[in-house]
T-cell receptor
C-alpha cells in the first residue's frame, strides 16, 4: 500500500529563518504530490502540486516554494519565514489507491 | 471557484448521542464529495465518499448523502463513541491537471463518556 512520510511533526522557527519540510513516498511510482496548509480557523488550502519530477504548480501566491528533485520526494521551502506562514502543513499523494496524507507538520513562526 | 462550508466547531457530545455535522458546497460541474477524519496525532484518513447525486457513502456507522438539490453532504452517525473524537473535514474534488481537494475548515468533535 502507498505510504507517505512527513517530518518533523512540530517545528518552531523565528521570523526570517529558512524552512525546509520534506516528505517521501513509498508503495507507488509516479504519484501526483501535493502540499496543503491549514491556517488557524480555516480549511486546508492547496499550496502546490506536482505531476512529475521538476514539475511544480503553485495554487496561491505566497512566501513559499516547492521542489520535487526525485519521483518520491517533495520539499516545501522558504528563504525567510513570516509570521503568517504559521499553520499545519500536510503532504499528500494520489496514486493507485486514491488520496493518502502524511501526518502533518505544525509550524509556529515566532 | 469551488468552495466547501462546514459546520463550525468544536462540537461536544455525550456517548451514544446522535451526530450531525453540516457541510454545503459550491461547485461547477459534478464533483465527488468526501469526508476525511483526523484522529489525534495521525494523518487524514478517508472516512467515506460519494461520487454522484443521491449516492450515500457509509463507513464505521457514519453516513452522508450527496444532495445535489441542496448542495449538501451532511455527516451523520446514530450513536457516537468516545473513539469518534477527532477532527472531521468535508471536501470536494476538483480535477484540473491533477486531482485537487477543496476542504472545509474542519470540525473538532469531542465525545464524553
Amino acid at each position: 500500500s502507498q505510504t507517505i512520510h512527513q517530518w518533523p511533526a512540530t517545528l518552531v522557527q523565528p521570523v526570517g529563518s529558512p524552512l525546509s519540510l520534506e516528505c517521501t513516498v513509498e508503495g507507488t511510482s509516479n504519484p501526483n504530490l501535493y502540499w496543503y496548509r491549514q491556517a488557524a480557523g480555516r480549511g486546508l488550502q492547496l499550496l502546490f502540486y506536482s505531476v512529475g519530477i521538476g514539475q511544480i504548480s503553485s495554487e496561491v501566491p505566497q512566501n513559499l516554494s516547492a521542489s520535487r528533485p526525485q519521483d518520491r520526494q517533495f520539499i516545501l521551502s522558504s528563504k525567510k519565514l513570516l509570521l503568517s506562514d504559521s499553520g499545519f502543513y500536510l503532504c499528500a499523494l494520489t496514486g493507485n489507491y486514491g488520496y493518502t496524507f502524511g501526518s502533518g507538520t505544525r509550524l509556529t513562526v515566532v | 471557484g469551488n468552495s466547501v462550508t462546514q459546520m463550525e466547531g468544536p462540537v461536544t457530545l455525550s456517548e451514544e448521542a446522535f451526530l450531525t455535522i453540516n457541510c454545503t458546497y459550491t461547485a461547477t460541474g459534478y464533483p465527488s464529495l468526501f469526508w476525511y477524519v483526523q484522529y489525534p496525532g495521525e494523518g487524514l484518513q478517508l472516512l467515506l465518499k460519494a461520487t454522484k447525486a443521491d449516492d450515500k457513502g457509509s463507513n464505521k456507522g457514519f453516513e452522508a448523502t450527496y444532495r445535489k438539490e441542496t448542495t449538501s453532504f451532511h455527516l451523520e452517525k446514530g450513536s457516537v463513541q468516545v473513539s469518534d473524537s477527532a477532527v472531521y473535514f468535508c471536501a470536494l474534488s476538483d480535477f484540473q491537471g491533477a486531482q485537487k481537494l477543496v476542504f472545509g475548515q474542519g470540525t473538532r468533535l469531542t465525545i464524553n463518556p
